[in-house]
């Protein structure tokens, strides 16, 4: 995503859960659901995808924790934040632990024990390219949890200032800029 004009495409509800299913269906459908959910129910880029570890979403006792504490290092330079455990992750997190084990990396390849965030951006890419939806990226599930969050926040008596400490963005015109106006 450039800084001028061509922005990743948001994605309203049907798509996401298009998306979500296909996903769900297909081979390491766990997974690949998992990696769509962290961007779109939780805001996070690419490289905070591959970086988030099982420290880092458990409680101290192993059980799933109920905000996911995102580090400065696993984020976009002092980006680190907190951010509400939804649902839908929690739910895949549960599973993925019964199934893996919490140790290391959350999102791990069938050869390694972890990915890398180019491999996140060809990823999305390719399940993109797939379902033609022309002008989406990795970032269109930051762009479509922060204009919803946006949209929801006042409702709740928060702000705007509530969703750029969400994004991890230094600068609120940067956020301002994320966030897709109807």
């Known amino acids: 995503m450039s ?4 922005q990743a495409k948001t994605l309203n509800k049907a798509q996401i859960e298009m998306i979500s299913t296909y996903l769900r269906n297909r081979r390491n459908g766990l997974r690949n659901q998992t990696i769509f959910l962290l961007s779109v129910r939780a805001g996070f880029r690419a490289k905070e995808i ?7 979403v458990l409680t ?5 924790a109920q905000d996911i ?7 976009k330079g002092k980006g680190g934040r907190v951010i509400p455990m939804h649902k839908s992750i929690e739910a895949n997190l549960q599973l993925l632990r019964e199934r893996g084990g919490a140790s290391g990396a959350v999102i791990k390849s069938e050869r390694s024990s972890s990915v890398t965030p180019q491999m996140i951006v ?10 033609g ?5 990795s970032h269109s599930g930051r762009r479509t949890f922060l204009t919803a969050t946006a949209q929801k926040i006042s409702l709740v008596g928060g702000s705007i200032r509530d969703v750029q400490a969400l994004a991890g963005h230094r600068s609120l015109q940067t956020t301002q800029r994320y966030i897709e106006v109807s």
């Open 50 to 56: 591959s970086a988030l570890t099982w420290e880092m």
């Open 122 to 131: 060809n990823i999305f890419r390719g399940w993109y390219s797939e379902l």
């Open 3 to 6: 800084g001028l004009g061509k």
């Open 133 to 137: 939806l022309v002008g989406c990226s």
């Open 60 to 64: 101290s006792d192993g059980e799933i």
């Open 69 to 75: 504490s995102l580090t400065d290092q696993a984020s």
